[in-house]
């Protein structure tokens, strides 16, 4: 059974940094796209980056240049890092697993997610 577990998330102001961890287990990890999704309150839920099995990566207009995605196959661990935070960036952030669809930032193409992390960002 496939189990992502996140972690990191807080409240930080504006300007500065995070860093999202997301423990995989039940799964081929290091065969596996993954991706890290975020949602605000009353808003649908985005793709922020993705990863492919072999490290290409993909990112959100919104968070290019600012967040990094990285995973570490040894550990199992997605990781998200996030800098020069903006009050638009507070949301809950979701990592999330594709078979098929390996770098999309669209939601409905992963099968598997995380519980989430809160991120808030005051200004």
């Known amino acids: 059974q496939v189990q992502l577990v996140e972690s990191g998330g807080g409240s930080v102001q504006a300007g500065g940094s995070l860093r999202l961890s997301c423990a995989a287990s039940g799964m081929t990890y290091s065969g596996t796209c993954m991706g890290w999704f975020r949602q605000a309150p009353g808003k649908e839920r985005e793709g922020v980056a993705a990863?492919?099995?072999?490290?290409?990566?993909n990112y959100a207009d919104s968070v290019n240049g600012r967040f990094t995605i990285s995973k570490d196959n040894a550990k199992n661990i997605l990781y998200l890092q996030m800098n020069s935070l903006k009050p638009e960036d507070t949301a809950m952030y979701y990592c999330?697993?594709?078979?098929?669809?390996?770098?999309?930032?669209?939601?409905?193409?992963?099968?598997?997610w995380g519980q989430g992390t809160q991120v808030t960002v005051s200004s």
């Open positions: 999330a697993t594709t078979r098929f669809f390996c770098g999309h930032l669209v939601a409905g193409r992963y099968n598997y």
């Open positions: 990863i492919t099995s072999s490290g290409l990566t």
